[in-house]
């Protein structure tokens, strides 16, 4: 089991009041979503979740357990990883050794990126698994800056995945893709489905309404609309805004 849930968070940045009462609760191998215009507070709420930003009132609960205002290495090992809009990757290093150096495995036995993750046998078998995972067999020994867009998206997804997460949370993982590797990353996202707790924040409405349970629109620091994506297409508000403009 793994729910996420956040309660009436407030945060402010300076006079600035960016998330003002944001509650939002993503259930256990759930697909949900949230999306809203640019500046409406959506990657805070992430940064609130993962721990990068601690709220001024509220709480964020794992499966119950107030996580609120911990570092995100410690929300991280109690299962919850994420993607970012700006990848970060280790250019120079190999989409195994990438995915190798994210597994507890390579932590727990000293794993040195000078030496080479896959040194650690079971990191690499469990990296290659991952791998294969999200698309990339064969890809192993290609160092991340030699990958297509595309197949980074996915190796980014990979490395957030070899921590065994129980929540994954997905920062605009469009961004940047064209149609093809578009739909290569929807059917991905599409296969884990139903194994974890999943959360995106996406622009590509066609993407979001396509896969997620449930969406929660954010705007102004505050969640104005949430539903199934079929009660959120007939929504006043998301019909008159760009963001109802599918294709």
Same mark, same amino acid.
């Given at each position: 089991m793994a729910t996420l849930e956040a309660r009436r968070l407030h945060l402010r940045f300076g006079d600035r009041v960016v998330l003002e009462d944001i509650s939002l609760t993503f259930p256990d191998r759930r697909f949900s979503g949230i999306m809203g215009p640019n500046g409406a507070g959506k990657t805070t709420s992430f940064? #609130?979740?993962?721990?990068?930003? &601690?709220p001024h009132r509220g709480q964020?609960?794992?499966d119950g357990e107030d996580i609120t205002g911990l570092?995100?290495? @410690?929300? !991280?090992?109690k299962g919850v990883s994420r993607s970012f809009q700006t =990848?970060?990757?280790?250019? /120079?290093? +190999? !989409?195994?050794?990438?995915?190798?150096?994210? =597994?507890?495995? +390579? $932590?727990?036995?000293?794993?040195?990126?000078?030496?080479? !993750?896959?040194?650690? +046998?079971?990191?690499a078998d469990k990296a290659e698994q991952v791998l294969a995972?999200?698309?990339? &067999?064969?890809?192993?020994? #290609? &160092?991340a800056k030699n990958l297509s867009y595309g197949d980074r998206r996915a190796l980014e997804i990979g490395v957030a995945l070899a921590a065994d997460p129980g929540v994954?949370?997905? /920062?605009?993982? @469009?961004?940047?893709?064209?149609?093809? !590797?578009?739909? $290569?990353?929807?059917?991905l996202v599409g296969s884990l489905r139903g194994t974890l707790t999943l959360i995106a924040i996406e622009h590509d409405m066609e993407f979001l309404f396509s896969l997620a349970d449930s969406i929660a629109v954010i705007h102004w620091g505050q969640v104005i609309a949430r539903g199934t994506p079929a009660e959120l297409r007939e929504n006043p508000w998301v019909k008159n805004s760009n963001l109802g403009k599918l294709k």
């Open positions: 940064n #609130v979740l993962t721990g990068r930003y &601690r964020v609960l794992l570092p995100p290495r @410690t929300i !991280a090992r =990848m970060n990757l280790f250019n /120079d290093f +190999s !989409a195994l050794d990438n995915v190798a150096v994210a =597994m507890p495995e +390579s $932590r727990a036995n000293g794993f040195s990126l000078l030496g080479g !993750a896959r040194k650690v +046998s079971a990191a995972r999200v698309g990339l &067999r064969g890809k192993e020994h #290609v &160092r994954l949370c997905l /920062d605009e993982p @469009t961004s940047g893709l064209g149609r093809e !590797a578009t739909a $290569r990353l929807a059917e």
